[in-house]
């Protein structure tokens, strides 16, 4: 069926204009003013509304084996809270443990996926172990439609990769002509600062922090940098925390070396304070890198609207606070890393960003859809309002007033790291490929909907 939204204001990474869009086949076909509705086409009014394309979570986990327990949500849970706070296009992490074998973990997160997700989906490959037969079947992974790998600088004896296997890894990301996405964090000086700190008996939530320290997180964007710069490979830094981290980052790009950083909402708006609360409370804010010292939310926000920052994820990893933050309660290194966040990135930052005055709507637009859609392959599929580009649109009500609370979200967690904070704008329609899927807070889509997105390799 066709589907007509009518007289709202298009805004896109560079433009802006009041226009109607006729979507049919699940593509856009028209945009124009005043256009006749087709016959039985389903109409919106989105007069006094914009109509932003399909907001793209670069960096979600939902199926996630970590720290001896599994993510709450599934691709169900998930994709239904991302489309109702506006994002249509999530970029999983597939992470398998060093011992699996990379083929059998993509197709264990793909089938995770498919026939499940309300929304459109593809993945970052998890590169654990760079082994011959881990290269033979990541070259398969790629030509099955991944264009980005994901390392982890961190983590030891886990995820983590030794600098040899970086070395190769970026060697067949650059053959490939694919991104690799990265973790940075020193994880051998996290291994012995966790050890320090526990054998001085300092096992709390608070002394998460002081086992990374924002240093620790420069040094590991340093050292990705170094060994991207000798390969001339293309790298993305997720989760950037704070302004050590993105100094280096900042003077690695003066230096010629192609990186780009993406930082979370979280980053923004919270800071290590939360993570002191008492009762164990803070644990609900146990992530890596962790929640860093407010005055890094100023650099990271002029970082976000310089575009020195590329992108905004949310890096969405719920566990929940009753059971399984609670694993951590005599040793902090044992809680779960990771808070929710998928439903209330895009709100917060369209509150905090651009009604705060830190971002203007095209960079909202640009950092939390288009730039995703250009690193990763989908422009301009995904991330654009242009004829023939998928009928993934936001039409968001800036008129509308809420708080957010746990009580009303759709995550499958027990609680809300951004609980009490009150928000200006949410959408009031979002279409999947030309079908609603939400209309004014609530699902009406179809789980299984989403399809899997095979991006090229980009031979730089």
Not at 21 to 37: A, F, H, Q
Not at 254 to 268: A, S
Not at 300 to 307: C, T, V, Y
Request: with cysteine.
């Amino acid at each position: 069926m066709a589907l007509l939204i009518r007289n709202g204001e298009i805004v896109t990474a560079s433009q802006r204009y009041v226009a109607d869009i006729l979507c049919e086949d699940e593509t856009i076909t028209r945009i124009d003013r005043n256009l006749p509705p087709l016959p039985g086409a389903e109409v919106i009014d989105a007069a006094g509304k914009y109509v932003f394309p399909g907001f793209i979570d670069p960096h979600v986990h939902i199926y996630l084996p970590f720290m001896g327990t599994f993510a709450k949500d599934t691709h169900e849970t998930a994709s239904r809270a991302a489309l109702i706070g506006g994002t249509t296009t999530l970029i999983e992490m597939i992470c398998p443990a060093r011992t699996d074998e990379p083929m059998a973990a993509f197709e264990l997160w793909l089938g995770k996926a498919q026939g499940h997700s309300a929304c459109d989906f593809t993945f970052h490959m998890g590169v654990t172990r760079c082994d011959d037969e881990a290269q033979k079947q990541l070259v398969q992974i790629v030509k099955r439609g991944l264009s980005s790998f994901k390392i982890f600088l961190a983590y030891k004896g886990a995820f983590g990769i030794d600098d040899e296997e970086l070395y190769h890894t970026l060697g067949l990301a650059k053959k490939l002509g694919v991104i690799t996405t990265a973790h940075c964090e020193n994880a051998d000086l996290v291994f012995e600062l966790q050890k320090q700190l526990l054998a001085q008996g300092r096992t709390g939530p608070q002394w998460h922090h002081e086992s990374r320290p924002p240093v620790v997180e420069a040094e590991g964007v340093h050292h990705l940098l170094t060994f991207a710069q000798l390969h001339d490979a293309h790298v993305y830094i997720v989760h950037l925390s704070c302004d050590e981290a993105l100094r280096q980052a900042a003077a690695a790009k003066y230096r010629g070396v192609n990186v780009w950083v993406e930082t979370l909402i979280q980053y923004l708006l919270l800071d290590k304070t939360c993570v002191e609360r008492p009762n164990f409370e803070g644990a609900k804010f146990v992530m890596s890198p962790p929640l860093r010292d407010k005055s890094n939310h100023e650099p990271l926000w002029i970082g976000l609207r310089s575009g020195l920052i590329s992108t905004l994820a949310t890096d969405h990893a719920p566990f929940d606070f009753a059971t399984q933050k609670r694993m951590g309660e005599q040793d902090f290194t044992k809680i779960p890393n990771g808070i929710p966040s998928l439903e209330e990135r895009v709100n917060a930052v369209y509150t905090y960003g651009v009604k705060g005055g830190r971002l203007d709507l095209h960079r909202f637009v640009d950092a939390a859809s288009t730039q995703a859609a250009r690193l990763f392959g989908l422009f301009p599929r995904k991330g654009a309002i242009q004829p023939g580009s998928d009928a993934d649109l936001v039409v968001y009500d800036p008129a509308y007033r809420g708080v957010i609370s746990a009580k009303s979200q759709a995550i499958n967690v027990d609680y809300n790291a951004f609980e009490g904070t009150p928000i200006e704008g949410r959408p009031h329609a979002v279409t999947v490929r030309g079908q609603v899927a939400v209309r004014d807070g609530k699902f009406v889509g179809q789980a299984g909907r989403g399809k899997f997105l095979q991006r090229e390799p980009n031979h730089h």
